[in-house]
C-alpha cells in the first residue's frame, strides 16, 4: 500500500469518527427535544446525572449569549480549520493529535448545524457531582473537551505528532 493510499484510508477513519460523532451528537438533541419540554428534568442517577432540556444562545457553558451570529461564523471557520489541519499534517500527527482533531472538530461541527439551523444549541446533559451550579451541556461540547484534554495531555507528553509510523 502507498503512502498516498494509506493516508487517504486514516482520512476516511477519521472524518468517518468525525461524522458519527456529529450524528450521535444530534441524534440525542432531537430525542431530546421530542421528549422533553423545556427546562423539564429526567433524573438518570439521582444527585449525580439529570437530563434536562435547556437552550443556549451563547457559547460553551452559557458565555456570550448575545453572539449567535459571530459564534456561528467562528465555529464555522474553526470546522474549517480542523478539517484544514487534519488533511494537511494526516502524515505528521500521531493517532492523538488525529483524534484529538477529530474530536475537536466533531464538537464544533454538531454545534455549528444548531446554531444555523435553529439560532441556538441544544443542551441536556446536567452533571450535579460537578461543584457549584454547573452549566447544562451537550454530547458535542463533551467532544470539545475530550479533545482539549487529550490535546493538552498528548502535547506534554510529547505524543501529538507522530515518531512512529503509526494509525
Known amino acids: ?25 444530534q441524534l440525542t438533541k432531537r430525542l431530546i427535544e421530542k421528549n422533553l419540554a423545556l427546562g423539564e428534568v429526567f433524573p ?23 453572539g449567535t451570529g459571530l459564534l456561528t461564523i467562528i465555529s464555522g471557520l474553526a470546522c474549517l480549520y480542523f478539517i484544514f489541519w487534519l488533511v494537511r499534517s494526516i502524515e505528521t500527527l500521531s493517532f492523538w493529535g488525529k483524534l484529538t482533531l477529530s474530536l475537536l472538530l466533531a464538537g464544533a461541527l454538531g454545534n455549528l448545524i444548531d446554531r444555523l439551523l435553529f439560532g441556538r444549541v441544544t443542551d441536556f446533559i446536567d452533571l450535579l457531582l460537578l461543584p457549584g451550579n454547573f452549566p447544562i451541556f451537550n454530547l458535542a461540547d463533551l467532544w470539545i473537551n475530550l479533545g482539549a484534554l487529550i490535546y493538552i495531555i498528548s502535547s ?12
Open 156 to 167: 506534554l507528553a510529547g505524543r501529538f505528532e507522530r515518531k512512529t509510523e503509526s494509525l
Open 44 to 66: 438518570v442517577l439521582p444527585e449525580v446525572l439529570e437530563i434536562t432540556l435547556s437552550y443556549n444562545t451563547g457559547a460553551a457553558f452559557g458565555l456570550f449569549s448575545s
Open 1 to 25: 500500500m502507498t503512502t498516498l493510499e494509506k493516508n487517504q484510508r486514516r482520512l476516511i477513519f477519521f472524518f468517518g469518527l468525525s461524522a458519527f460523532l456529529v450524528g450521535l451528537d
